[in-house]
């Protein structure tokens, strides 16, 4: 069967050093790169649907693995493979990658180095999903900081150095601790190598409270990067300093490496250390729901609203990893996918408003429907699938998130109930001050969207509309995953 994993890694590889060196044509190439990568997923799917895989879904697909550090205390393997859950994230990872390319087509700033940052991004994310190996999944999860750094800090705001170095440190911080984590899971269980199935296999004879330790030192390792409660705060500033292709890549695609993360390497590896820490999970989660809304509430900047509103969002995320559950997993997964479509269309909003009306300010800025329709369209789309609206994409993710809630917690599903009203609230009070009401803050000239950016935004609304209607396309997907199998 042809090595579909090892030849995109290949082909987005190979299509990022060429980017980088295009000079101007830096944007064709990428634009060729990400068409090629949205084949070659294609080809995933297609071949992930056989019914060998249906027929036994504990296993992942497409699995390869070859020797790397061999040496007679370490055993590091180039092992990857491919479950529903990684599917379905290499499917966003697809999307975002070809969105953001277009988005940014009329960049001139160093288009090469643009270009070719926007790239790697996503291949380190491509590389996170697939890895089975704790280094080789370690070198991937470091791979996505490097760019992003670069993105925030050349290409972004007023205090744009402060928002990149503060990134990179609480994230780097908490990489550190995650990779930690992991081998002395390894070594502690005599794990024969640091392959994901070795590692599963060996750590449930660790000792209780030895796993309890290893696994909060995992959740903080992953949690950061979701972000929760109260390591959030390198969020806003990162997005309200980033350019837009970079908030779309960091709200879109690298929120979603936490959620990840702490699913395959966390949960799958280490379950009776959450069994035992459970409460600590639903109580951070809570805490990012409640604050993350009530926060969104105050906020002017169109952007950091946006921001605020994702923390919410990941929280509701990460309440449903914590259920432990099939249904809170599939959930998790779908709503992961949804923030994805739907945080880089509220993002790509926030850039174009920024460009056209010189402000994000929501006093300075408001009833530019008549000025720009196209742009208003895709901000109310944005915003009523964000709150949660029926047939858009996040109500199928946040109804099933609700359930399991319900269904493991009771009346406690209230809180995250509550908090979708005032979601709703702060939605529709952007969009009543935004899009309707006298024209003001109209310079003289302002037009509507670019071709390039109505493209970008027309692709997120389509599939924003095509994946709340028929979830199913996801959802068939997902429970083809080894945790498919949790009551």
Request: aromatic share 14%; proline share 5%.
């Amino acid at each position: 069967m042809l090595p579909i994993l090892s030849l995109t890694l290949a082909t987005l590889f190979v299509g990022t050093v060429i980017t980088f060196f295009s000079g101007p044509r830096a944007r064709y190439v990428a634009a060729g790169v990400s068409a090629a990568f949205l084949v070659e997923i294609a080809v995933m799917f297609l071949q992930f649907s056989w019914p060998a895989v249906a027929v036994a879904p504990t296993h992942f697909a497409e699995s390869e693995s070859y020797p790397w550090i061999q040496v007679a205390w370490l055993h590091v393997n180039y092992t990857v493979g491919i479950d529903g859950i990684s599917l379905v994230l290499i499917l966003l990872t697809g999307i975002l990658q070809a969105v953001t390319v277009a988005y940014s087509w009329t960049e001139r700033r160093e288009p090469g180095a643009w270009f070719g940052l926007v790239l790697l991004t996503c291949l380190g994310c491509f590389g996170v999903f697939v890895a089975l190996d704790v280094l080789l999944f370690f070198v991937f999860w470091e791979v996505v900081l490097i760019p992003m750094f670069f993105l925030i800090g050349f290409w972004g705001g007023p205090r744009r150095r402060y928002a990149a170095l503060k990134f990179f440190i609480y994230t780097h911080v908490a990489s550190v601790t995650m990779l930690v984590a992991l081998l002395v899971t390894a070594f502690y269980s005599h794990s024969p190598s640091l392959d994901f199935a070795s590692l599963a296999g060996s750590a449930s004879a660790l000792a209780v409270p030895t796993q309890i330790v290893l696994f909060l030192s995992l959740f903080f390792g992953f949690g950061v990067k979701f972000p929760i409660v109260p390591f959030h705060t390198w969020l806003p500033d990162a997005h309200v300093e980033a350019p837009t292709g970079g908030s779309v890549l960091l709200a879109g695609l690298l929120l979603k490496l936490g959620g990840y993360g702490l699913i395959r390497w966390g949960l799958e590896i280490l379950p009776t250390g959450l069994a035992h820490v459970q409460w600590i999970l639903y109580a951070v989660a809570f805490a990012s729901i409640v604050w993350g809304a009530g926060v969104s509430l105050a906020q002017r900047d169109l952007k950091r609203l946006v921001a605020f509103s994702s923390i919410n969002h990941m929280g509701i995320v990460l309440l449903a990893i914590a259920l432990y559950s099939s249904l809170g997993l599939l959930a998790a997964v779908l709503l992961m996918f949804a923030h994805g479509i739907v945080s880089a269309l509220l993002f790509m909003v926030s850039g174009s408003v920024h460009h056209t009306f010189g402000s994000r300010d929501l006093a300075s800025v408001g009833g530019i429907t008549p000025t720009a329709p196209a742009l208003s369209t895709m901000t109310m789309t944005g915003a009523l699938a964000s709150l949660g609206l029926p047939a858009l994409i996040s109500f199928p993710a946040e109804f099933t998130a609700l359930l399991a809630t319900w269904d493991k917690l009771g009346y406690w599903v209230l809180i995250p109930l509550l908090t979708l009203v005032v979601t709703a609230a702060f939605y529709i009070w952007m969009m009543q001050r935004l899009l309707f009401g006298q024209p003001k803050g109209i310079p003289a000239g302002a037009h509507d969207l670019p071709y390039a950016e109505a493209f970008a935004m027309g692709v997120l609304v389509v599939l924003t509309v095509l994946y709340g209607i028929l979830p199913n396309l996801l959802v068939h997907f997902i429970q083809l995953s080894p945790v498919a199998g949790l009551p």
